[in-house]
């Protein structure tokens, strides 16, 4: 199999950007919605001028902004990718791209019109996250969806040609179970820390389990 991509999300800190800007991900995200890891573009602005991280491309959450907020977070924030995670139209996806001309990844929550969803966002969309919604949390509750369901997710988005990365409830524990469905991506926030921060002991766990799957393949 291919190498996953990887992106850790939730940071909240400049000591998490510098455990994350040491790892093998490939994009960094952090929070701009009501969360207990929401950051300010300020803090962030002054993270990632004191920390290297590389070639890693950075995503910015948003759940239900305005466009407006969005503008005045990029203002800030020097995004790659902008991830809506709440329950946005097609419209309002096409006038982000539009206004930022930056990828725009929509966040699915697994459900029983998750599939029909993301096929609503086809040509679109430049990427997905599938998720699990609980309650009123949107997203990094650390629970798992039914992961039998992934291959249909993983097969609409190679149909579109973009990036499919499955989130919520992965850790070390799990993450070989996850590779085995050949996924594009994986998506980890409360999955790499211990005592609410980034853990790079964690990370090497994970990313090795990496390793190893993709190697056993080749």
């Not at 950007?17 to 929070?31: D, R, T």
């Not at 910015?60 to 800030?76: D, Q, Y």
């Not at 998720?131 to 990094?140: H, Q, Y």
Request: net charge neutral.
């Amino acid at each position: 199999m291919p190498e996953p991509l990887i992106k850790y999300c939730g940071n909240k800190s400049l000591r998490d950007v510098q455990v994350v800007a040491k790892s093998k991900a490939h994009y960094i995200g952090f929070i701009f919605a009501n969360s207990k890891r929401k950051v300010s573009p300020s803090d962030v602005n002054k993270w990632l001028r004191q920390v290297d991280i590389r070639d890693k491309k950075t995503v910015g959450i948003f759940v239900n902004a305005e466009l407006k907020e969005i503008e005045e977070v990029l203002a800030k924030v020097p995004l790659s990718v902008i991830q809506c995670h709440g329950t946005e139209s097609v419209d309002f996806i096409k006038q982000v791209k539009n206004k930022t001309s930056l990828h725009v990844w929509k966040v699915i929550h697994h459900n029983e019109q998750g599939l029909q969803m993301m096929k609503e966002f086809a040509g679109v969309a430049d990427g997905y996250v599938v998720d699990t919604k609980v309650a009123n949390i949107w997203g990094g509750s650390g629970i798992s969806f039914d992961w039998k369901s992934i291959p249909l997710y993983q097969h609409e988005a190679r149909k579109q040609r973009v990036p499919c990365f499955i989130a919520g409830g992965i850790g070390p524990d799990n993450i070989e179970n996850l590779l085995h469905y050949d996924i594009d991506g994986f998506d980890i926030s409360s999955g790499i820390e211990l005592d609410g921060k980034k853990d790079h002991i964690i990370i090497q766990t994970i990313e090795k389990w990496v390793d190893t799957c993709v190697e056993r393949t080749k």
